[in-house]
């Protein structure tokens, strides 16, 4: 097996750099109904029914950008892609909670 890869825990600025790059894959790790009710633009809802689907799925090469309630379980979900060789995760500390707060969010 290849080296691990490690992950990023990363603020709102830098997950608004990220969600600008081209084939970014943005994983929103929250239940489906809170989901449903609002996420990041693009995000596709995992859990660990469906992350095997992603993980074959996706690029090991493209950036990453995990988020869940509050920063906690993306940190889970991000060591796991990084043992699958995935080489750019990032964790959003604060998760869509923060995300939601954010000052452009407010506009």
């Excluded at 009710?37 to 950036?63: E, F, M, Y």
Aim: net charge neutral; hydrophobic share 35%.
């Amino acid at each position: 097996m290849g080296e691990r890869g490690t992950f990023k825990r990363i603020g709102i600025p830098e997950a608004e750099d990220i969600l600008k790059r081209p084939g970014v894959v943005v994983l929103d790790v929250r239940d489906a109904q809170s989901y449903q009710k609002g996420h990041i633009d693009g995000a596709q809802n995992v859990s660990t029914r469906n992350l095997g689907d992603v993980i074959s799925a996706a690029s090991k090469a493209a950036p990453v950008l995990i988020y869940c309630y509050k920063g906690n379980a993306s940190q889970e979900y991000s060591k796991i892609l990084c043992d699958f060789g995935f080489q750019d995760v990032s964790s959003l500390d604060g998760g869509f909670e923060a995300w939601s707060k954010r000052p452009a969010a407010l506009q």
